[in-house]
């Protein structure tokens, strides 16, 4: 049985991209460009899910999130916006103290820990995990702890690279090629389709609610699409 999440070489690849994660020019360009697009398929799957006021400004008021494999905390920080009470953790030391910097700068209380959701406790109403699965030692061991750390009509929202040759070409062959991803980030073999992950949750006791691609076309950049062939956000609850 596999005891951490965390594969050490995985962990020290993004800690060295941690000093210019905040650089929307960076080696975390990318990052930056699939946020708002993240963002936008949270507030709905948010607003749909608890029946919040789509006008809100906080409709994570009273409620807490955790924000699996945060890096810098791109996505931690607009979750504390949201209104949530926010855990980030993540198996980079490095990040972990960037993300601490920059929410102590921008005046936000995010509670930052270095280290494995497994070894995690408590339970959260909202868990986000961007881009994180396809970097673990074990898809299934991993989906489990989430699904552990979820409360009762908690939400689980994870978005992944899918295992196709679209995906392949577009973000390991070109953008990982000319440097718009840092080389070596990602590893095909590791690449998880929906129907697999489908099974996941299912395995560990939660119920998918929606499945939506992240397309790219060279006239409108990153968007939500019906066409998971690139990458996808996949949302699930605990009844």
Sequence with gaps: MVQTSILPDEAERFGKLAADWWDPNGASAMLHKLNPVRLKYIRDQIDQHWQCDECSRTPLAGKTALDVGCGAGLLAEPLARLGAKVTGIDASPEVIAVAQEHAAWQGLSIDYRAGDVQALEGQFDLITCMEVIEHVADPAAFVRALAQRLAPNGLLIISTPNATGWARLLMITVAEGIGQIPKG???????????????????????????????????RGLYLSDDVRLNYLISAFRP
């Design 185 to 219: 980030t990602h590893d095909f073999d590791k690449f998880i389709t929906p129907e697999r992950l489908k099974t996941l949750l299912a395995d560990a006791g939660l119920t998918c609610l929606d499945v939506e691609g992240i397309a790219w076309s060279p006239t």
